[in-house]
């Protein structure tokens, strides 16, 4: 799976890539206030490390975005999830009750999402990064 | 009618189209690029239908990423479909009576847009008017998501953990090497 001989291919995937990974950033932490979160996000950046390495190459990908740190992220993605709820079971309330994380009700709330929001994200994203790289191996 | 309905009717013909030619095909690449446009379809219903959040996901996911894993599945196992010589009744059969059972199961269902549905009665209610109140964020569906069912979305992000986990240790190489030398 690659296409790096196309010139155009190379210079237009140049120009939409850091917009896509805007976007999914941009996807990411304006869930609350659009459509969309971490899963939509997580998909979005992994479409743009997928495109990347499809053009330029799994290789020259990797060495950006190694296979051990995407294994990594996809369990701290996870582990952040988990350990909201932890934390806020440490602090006396029930599991994944974001009242207990702050003074402010709304604000508690506001951090509870955000950060579930962003496990959900890392997660999602280097799952797809990780199965794309793990097909792309198994080619060869 | 008007124009919504039309919206409706187009893009639901054009789902049914794409299903028919996809059971036509043989061949696999055509197949995989056709179920993306499958769902691309279905995201347009979505939004017709005023759940953006899902018609986001649905072409994402649905329409982009998918796509990608089977291209990438059909590169490993091989293009075209093997015909199968068996006899062709007893799937027809199956598919008829499961068919048959599933339409009638939706004879109860109430209909589309159907404002007394349970579905509008129970707890939709309370989260459209509550929520911005209650969590504080103009979005109501991260709001369920997120935060009235943080629960259930814990357990999809482990079903996606989990399937990582099957696929890398069914087609993963060991990464030995790469911890060894460090």
Redesign the interface.
């Known amino acids: 799976m690659n296409l790096r001989s196309s010139l155009i291919l190379r210079e237009v995937c140049r120009l939409v890539i850091p917009a896509v990974m805007l976007f999914a950033l941009y996807v990411q932490f304006h869930g609350e206030y659009g459509p969309g979160g971490g899963f939509q996000a997580g998909v979005i950046f992994a479409a743009a490390v997928i495109l990347y390495a499809l053009v330029y190459g799994r290789q020259k990908a990797q060495r950006i975005l190694p296979t051990e740190t995407v294994r990594y992220f996809i369990a701290a993605g996870v582990l952040l999830y988990t350990g909201v709820g932890v934390a806020t079971m440490l602090l006396g309330g029930n599991f994944l009750d974001y009242d207990v994380l702050l003074q402010g009700h709304q604000q508690a709330q506001h951090l509870g999402i955000f950060l579930i929001e962003l496990g959900v994200g890392i997660t999602v994203g280097t799952v797809m990064i990780a199965i794309f790289y793990t097909l792309d191996e198994f080619c060869e | 009618m008007d124009i919504e309905t039309i919206i409706n009717f187009s893009l639901l013909t054009l789902l049914a189209l794409t299903v028919i030619v996809l059971i036509r095909m043989k061949s696999l690449l055509a197949i995989a690029l056709s179920s993306g446009v499958y769902s691309f379809l279905s995201a347009g219903l979505f939004v017709a239908m005023d759940a953006?959040?899902v018609?986001?996901?649905e072409a994402?996911?649905g329409a982009?990423?998918t796509t990608?894993?089977l291209?990438?599945?059909i590169?490993?196992t091989g293009r075209e479909q093997t015909v199968s010589k068996h006899k062709r009744f007893l799937p027809i059969a199956v598919i008829t009576i499961t068919g048959a059972a599933l339409i009638y199961g939706t004879l109860d269902m109430p209909l589309y847009g159907d404002a007394n549905a349970p579905i509008h009665t129970h707890v939709a209610p309370h989260y459209l008017t509550q929520s911005s109140e209650?969590?504080?964020?103009?979005?109501v569906?991260?709001?369920v998501?997120?935060?009235y069912r943080?629960?259930d979305?814990?357990g999809?992000?482990?079903v996606?953990?989990t399937?990582?986990v099957g696929?890398?240790l069914l087609?993963?190489?060991t990464?030995k090497r790469?911890?060894r030398k460090q």
């Not at chain 2, 209650?134 to 979005?139: L, S, T």
Request: net charge negative.
């Open positions: 953006v959040d018609a986001f996901t994402a996911v982009g990423i990608i894993l291209l990438g599945t590169a490993i209650e969590i504080g964020i103009p979005n569906v991260t709001s998501l997120a935060s943080g629960y979305t814990l999809e992000v482990a996606i953990f399937a990582a696929v890398l087609l993963g190489k990464a790469g911890v």
